[in-house]
C-alpha cells in the first residue's frame, strides 16, 4: 500500500463523480438523537518520519491541502466525505449507525485508499429512557495512520512510482484524541464506545 504523489495537473471530469455528503466536525450545540445519529470520533495521521515527534498541521496548509477521508456506508450505499481541518486531522463528525469502508484519504496532490472498516451501533436510546440512563452517543474509531518508510532505498521507489511507501495502520489513541474533543465540547462526559476500525487482509 503507497499514497500515491500526483505531479501533473488533473483535470476535471464532469458529470463522473458520485454524489457524496460532505461533513465537517459537529457544532458545539448538536443533538444526535434528533436524527438518530452517532457522534463519530478519529483521526487520520501522515508520519513522514517515526524518529520525529509529530507536528500540528496549519489552517493554511490544511486550506490549501484540503485534506478528506472518504468513507461509504455499505449497507444504505451513501459517501461521506469528512473534513479534516483540525490541527491534528482529527474529526467529530455525525454519521447514521451502520457499516463503513474507508475509500479514499486525499490531500493536496496525494491520494491513497485505506484498506479500513469499521461498525457503528445505533445510538439512539430506547424509547421512554430517562435522560440520564440514554446511552452515550459517541464512538471512538481510532486513529488510521500512514507511516511512510525511509531510507534510501524507499527514496528511490518513490521517485520512480511517483509515490510515497509505507504503510497503513490503526492505533488506539483515545485518551489523546478524546481529551482534545472534551476541551471542545464540554457538556459530554459520558465514555465513548469503542468501533475501532480494521484493516482489511488483502
Not at 500515491?4 to 476535471?12: N, W
Not at 457544532?27 to 508520519?47: F, M, T, W
Not at 468513507?71 to 450505499?77: C, I, Q, R, S
Request: hydrophobic share 35%; net charge neutral.
Amino acid at each position: 500500500m503507497r499514497i500515491t504523489v500526483t505531479l501533473a495537473c488533473v483535470a476535471l471530469s464532469l458529470g463522473l463523480a458520485t454524489a457524496a455528503t460532505r461533513l465537517k466536525s459537529i457544532p458545539a450545540d448538536y443533538d444526535p438523537a434528533q436524527k438518530g445519529e452517532c457522534v463519530v470520533i478519529g483521526r487520520v495521521d501522515l508520519v513522514m518520519d517515526e524518529r520525529k515527534p509529530p507536528k500540528n498541521h496549519g489552517k493554511a496548509s490544511n486550506t490549501m491541502g484540503n485534506p478528506t477521508l472518504t468513507v461509504k456506508n455499505m449497507t444504505t450505499g451513501d459517501k461521506y466525505y469528512i473534513d479534516l481541518d483540525g490541527p491534528r486531522w482529527e474529526f467529530y463528525v455525525a454519521l447514521p449507525p451502520g457499516s463503513y469502508s474507508v475509500t479514499e484519504f486525499t490531500s493536496g496532490n496525494m491520494r491513497s485508499e485505506p484498506p479500513a472498516d469499521f461498525q457503528i451501533q445505533a445510538c439512539a436510546p430506547p424509547a421512554a429512557t430517562e435522560p440520564e440512563g440514554a446511552s452515550c452517543p459517541l464512538r471512538y474509531v481510532g486513529s488510521l495512520k500512514y507511516i511512510r518508510q525511509t531510507g534510501a532505498k524507499s527514496f528511490w521507489k518513490g521517485a520512480m512510482t511517483s509515490s510515497l511507501p509505507g504503510d497503513w495502520r490503526v492505533e488506539d489513541e483515545s485518551e489523546q484524541t478524546m481529551k482534545g474533543f472534551n476541551e471542545a465540547y464540554a457538556r459530554w462526559t459520558c465514555a465513548p464506545q469503542k468501533s475501532m476500525m480494521n484493516l482489511k487482509t488483502e
